[in-house]
């Protein structure tokens, strides 16, 4: 289980339909501001912060769920499925899948009809065929799948998403400045800088 320090959250009501008992569901949409307990401020913290260090692809993005299975309080989680093309730090295989998980998702409502999604300030979810320079921490937790034991969480939660777009790493805005100062540069140079970072 990651350790977030909760901030705010705004809620915002669209999509509203009348069901046939005549009670009023709608659509939801939920966005929180979380605050990582562990907000790595360098290259080199977040490399000695992470187990594993890859480049991959998204391939798929699996159903959302409850981080406590069946408790509707609990936070909402999406996993997203990774096919590693490199390995920077850390024990796998070139051409595992693995699965990221990352907060936030959307789930149905008990209409069956109606849903509610829940959307993290800054959070990079990961898009399918899309390319990533990806700082990983194992999670723990079983969840009974394929993935059990191939399950990671991202470190700092968004710092540790770099994605790699025509070439150029973009970082999210929630990262440390040091760390953003990273956006725009090319690939292989953020490559061989986390390398060096990595081997210290």
């Given at each position: 289980?990651?350790?977030?320090?909760?901030?705010?959250?705004?809620?915002?009501?669209?999509?509203?339909?009348?069901?046939?008992?005549?009670?009023?569901?709608?659509?939801?949409t939920?966005?929180?501001?979380?605050?990582?307990?562990?907000?790595?401020?360098?290259?080199?913290?977040?490399?000695?912060?992470?187990?594993?260090?890859?480049?991959?692809?998204?391939?798929?993005?699996?159903?959302?769920?409850?981080?406590?299975?069946?408790?509707?309080?609990?936070?909402?989680?999406?996993?997203?499925?990774?096919?590693?093309?490199?390995?920077?730090?850390?024990d796998?295989?070139?051409?595992?899948?693995?699965?990221?998980?990352?907060?936030?998702?959307?789930?149905?409502?008990?209409?069956?009809?109606?849903?509610?999604?829940?959307?993290?300030?800054?959070?990079?979810?990961?898009?399918?065929?899309?390319?990533?320079?990806?700082?990983?921490?194992?999670?723990?937790?079983?969840?009974?799948?394929?993935?059990?034991?191939?399950?990671?969480?991202?470190?700092?939660?968004?710092?540790?998403?770099?994605?790699?777009?025509?070439?150029?790493?973009?970082?999210?805005?929630?990262?440390?400045?040091?760390?953003?100062?990273?956006?725009?540069?090319s690939?292989?140079?953020v490559?061989?800088?986390?390398?060096?970072?990595?081997?210290?």
């Open positions: 289980m990651r350790f977030i320090i909760f901030i705010a959250a705004t809620q915002v009501m669209c999509c509203v339909a009348q069901s046939q008992t005549n009670n009023i569901q709608e659509d939801r939920i966005t929180s501001i979380i605050t990582p307990k562990h907000s790595p401020r360098s290259l080199p913290e977040m490399s000695s912060q992470s187990a594993l260090i890859v480049i991959g692809t998204c391939e798929q993005e699996l159903p959302a769920r409850f981080f406590v299975p069946g408790n509707p309080k609990a936070d909402v989680v999406t996993d997203r499925i990774v096919r590693v093309t490199a390995v920077l730090k850390g796998v295989q070139v051409g595992t899948r693995i699965a990221v998980e990352q907060l936030g998702g959307t789930m149905p409502l008990e209409d069956g009809i109606h849903t509610v999604k829940k959307m993290i300030v800054h959070q990079v979810p990961l898009q399918p065929k899309s390319s990533y320079v990806l700082f990983l921490r194992l999670e723990s937790q079983t969840v009974n799948d394929v993935f059990d034991g191939k399950r990671y969480v991202v470190t700092g939660e968004w710092a540790g998403v770099f994605a790699v777009v025509n070439g150029l790493i973009s970082v999210s805005e929630g990262a440390e400045p040091v760390v953003r100062q990273l956006t725009g540069l690939e292989t140079d490559v061989a800088l986390i390398k060096r970072s990595a081997s210290r």
